[in-house]
């Protein structure tokens, strides 16, 4: 376990208020950061612990939650459909949906992966829109309370579940810098260019401030494998079968991907297992 106690202190993101402009140019510095070359091994590994639930839930269609400007999935979806073995679709879902970044990712995929228009929140995803779900880099927004929602609303609908989180507590000096210098020198190149994205960047770079005030907080607010596993008992005492864990990640900036997964119980199986490893 770490020697940092988990911290949920206020996150810019978080706030309804929060300037859609500001929003976007964060989720888009996100996703940019997740297609990047140096990002190869976190990619290879997102792809590692997905492949499996995935081919045991025989699901074609994947939901995701929390998606922001897109995400993960994207740029690994290719590669996991190949390892599956199966032709696949997704829907991206936010409870403040990045539209522009929606639309070209619809473009780009040619509506294999879809954005929900509308928002969606993660305690009440709707049933329709597929039975493997997956979150990304957004659980530590959840205090513990509402994560058991997170949770249990996912088993209520008796859905897969894998949930990726890229954040240690122990990382945050070195993701206050990272996100700091991101902010500032790549936001040319992470979407559109507008006028509100230059103000809000340069001369005094407000958004790379509060990117990298967000990102220690991520950090701060990271749950351990054994806190997760703790969390997933509680949702779900019967009926599913867990498994939490740390992987790392090889010659990457992210030293480790922590994870969750949950998956059904079918048959006469209905007590639960569980697993952890890292």
Not at 101 to 116: Q, V, Y
Not at 162 to 179: G, H
Request: glycine share 8%; proline share 8%; net charge positive.
């Amino acid at each position: 376990m770490s020697a940092v106690r988990r911290k949920h202190l206020f996150e810019w993101e978080d706030q309804r208020w929060f300037p859609s402009s500001l929003r976007d140019l964060i989720t888009d510095h996100l996703r940019s950061a997740l297609s990047s070359p140096l990002t190869g091994t976190l990619r290879q590994t997102i792809c590692d612990i997905l492949e499996a639930p995935l081919r045991r839930s025989e699901s074609m269609r994947i939901v995701d939650v929390c998606s922001g400007g897109g995400g993960p999935l994207p740029a690994v979806f290719a590669r996991l459909g190949e390892r599956v073995g199966r032709p696949l679709t997704a829907t991206l879902t936010d409870l403040y949906p990045n539209e522009v970044a929606f639309r070209s990712i619809e473009i780009e995929f040619k509506g294999n992966i879809r954005g929900h228009p509308n928002p969606v929140s993660a305690f009440d995803v709707p049933a329709g829109l597929g039975s493997f779900q997956t979150l990304f880099s957004c659980f530590h927004h959840f205090q513990p309370a509402d994560a058991k929602r997170v949770l249990a609303d996912e088993v209520a609908k008796r859905r897969t579940i894998v949930i990726i989180e890229p954040f240690r507590r122990r990382d945050l000096v070195f993701v206050a810098l990272a996100t700091l210098a991101r902010g500032i020198v790549l936001t040319p190149f992470v979407g559109p260019m507008t006028v509100a994205r230059f103000l809000w960047t340069y001369p005094i770079p407000v958004s790379a401030m509060i990117f990298a005030w967000d990102g220690v907080v991520s950090c701060l607010r990271a749950y351990e494998p054994g806190e997760m596993l703790a969390l997933a008992y509680q949702s779900a005492p019967t009926g599913y079968r867990w498994h939490a864990g740390r992987r790392p990640v090889p010659y990457s900036p992210v030293r480790s991907i922590t994870y969750l997964i949950g998956e059904p119980l079918h048959g006469r199986l209905t007590q639960p297992s569980a697993a952890f490893s890292g």
